[in-house]
């Protein structure tokens, strides 16, 4: 999963002419899904935007010291499959974005993940797959790109069996 972190003193959402979120200090995050990511990638992701330190600490003035649960602030996601884009000549080819209802669930699963982890209504959303216009007012301006890593078939293989409860078959027991 990839996200674009702009810290901003508000952002909101809009479809067509209605405010679908808003939010006031925090931290306005693009999130992309690839093809290759599972639920690590969620979890990776969420504790991530919740602890990344891109505020300054409220008493000292120091710089980069406090995170979004710190300062109890705001986080409006939305999600952007153009994240993972890579250009053929001049026109932008998406592939490698995972498609539509299965990025739509692990998207959802994001969401469900940092409402969890922290204050449910500090954590807003756009809407899935509409046509919207992101309003933000960047601070700083402070913006970050941020990448899940690449997880090792092992760990791929130990999600697997956490989430279907059967365990996986190798190569060698395939081919028998």
Not at 34 to 61: C, H, M, P, Q, Y
Not at 139 to 151: A, K, N
Request: contains cysteine.
């Amino acid at each position: 999963m990839k996200a674009i972190i702009q810290r901003v003193t508000s952002a909101s959402v809009t479809v067509g002419d209605e405010i679908v979120s808003s939010i006031g200090r925090g931290l306005c995050v693009l999130v992309g899904i690839s093809a290759d990511d599972n639920a690590n990638d969620v979890d990776w992701l969420a504790r991530k935007l919740l602890n990344i330190r891109l505020f300054e600490e409220a008493g000292t003035g120091k710089r980069w010291m406090q995170s979004v649960t710190d300062q109890q602030l705001e986080v409006l996601c939305v999600s952007q499959f153009t994240l993972y884009h890579r250009l053929k000549g001049n026109r932008p080819d998406f592939s490698r974005a995972m498609q539509g209802t299965e990025a739509q669930e692990l998207y959802g699963t994001l969401l469900t993940k940092l409402r969890d982890l922290y204050l449910a209504d500090r954590i807003k959303d756009g809407r899935f797959g509409a046509m919207m216009q992101v309003h933000i007012q960047n601070d700083g301006p402070v913006t970050l790109e941020i990448e899940s890593p690449p997880q090792r078939e092992q760990q791929k293989q130990k999600l697997q069996r956490s989430t279907t409860g059967t365990k996986p078959q190798s190569n060698i027991e395939l081919n028998e």
